[in-house]
């Protein structure tokens, strides 16, 4: 079945310093990914739509400068968060939407566990 | 605008038991509806979707749901629970005009008792 990936499944930094996170669909191509932050026992807010070849499109109050996205190829998208910050901690989860098939379903990743100290 | 509304933060069953998660939705033209389950300290897998056809669907693991149109409703319903059941479910929905990106609702955490 439909697999991705995200790497690596947890982080710790320090303040201020920059931190990628790749999303990668391992068995299919995917147009479009979504890149998610959840917050504990709370639901997911979608921050950013990403498009292969394409700017992301980021929702209401997502700042694009600090959370970077690249969807450099059919197969990965990276988020960068730069210059973290202690409330930057996070669980962050991606999604990848197939480019062929059947498209209303999005297969998730398991997620990177952000501790910014 | 779509919204999916989850009632209850928290359902509590013993195993054996029949189990419900309720799910409630607001949306635009025809609803395409999902469930999805969350372990702890991981990413979500897909259970089941609806998107047209039969209102009753099935899913993974033992898992279906009933789409009813008049009450707007999409609940998932596992007849004998299993405490590996025990977990954080959620219900997302989109419009079939407009956005393809689903609006989930905020989470039901399961938990099934020996």
């Known amino acids: 079945g439909a697999v991705v990936s995200q790497h690596p499944s947890w982080v710790i930094c320090k303040s201020g310093t920059s931190v990628k996170i790749e999303c990668r669909s391992l068995?299919?191509?995917?147009?479009?990914m979504f890149w998610y932050r959840q917050f504990p026992k709370q639901s997911l807010m979608l921050m950013a739509t990403s498009n292969e070849g394409s700017k992301a499109t980021y929702e209401q109050g997502v700042e694009k400068d600090k959370f970077l996205i690249n969807h450099a190829s059919l197969t990965l998208s990276t988020l960068t968060v730069t210059s973290a910050h202690p409330e930057d901690s996070s669980f962050y989860i991606c999604?990848?939407?197939?480019?062929?098939?059947?498209?209303?379903?999005?297969?998730f990743g398991p997620g990177t566990r952000l501790l910014v100290l | 605008a779509q919204s999916v509304a989850q009632p209850e933060d928290q359902v509590n069953v013993a195993e054996g038991n029949p189990l419900t998660v309720k799910c409630t939705y607001s949306v635009s033209g025809n609803p395409y509806l999902f469930w999805y389950v969350q372990y702890p300290n991981r990413g979500l897998q897909f259970l089941l979707k609806?998107?047209?056809?039969?209102?009753l669907v099935k899913g993974s693991y033992g898992f279906e749901a009933e789409f009813n149109k008049s009450q707007t409703s999409f609940h998932l319903k596992k007849p004998s629970a299993l405490v590996s059941d025990s977990a954080l479910y959620f219900c997302a929905v989109r419009g079939s005009g407009g956005s393809y990106i689903p609006t989930f609702g905020r989470g039901t955490s399961l938990i099934v008792h020996p």
């Open positions: 068995d299919f191509q995917a147009t479009t």
């Open positions: 609806y998107i047209t056809g039969d209102n």
């Open positions: 999604s990848a939407r197939p480019a062929s098939g059947y498209q209303e379903t999005q297969y």
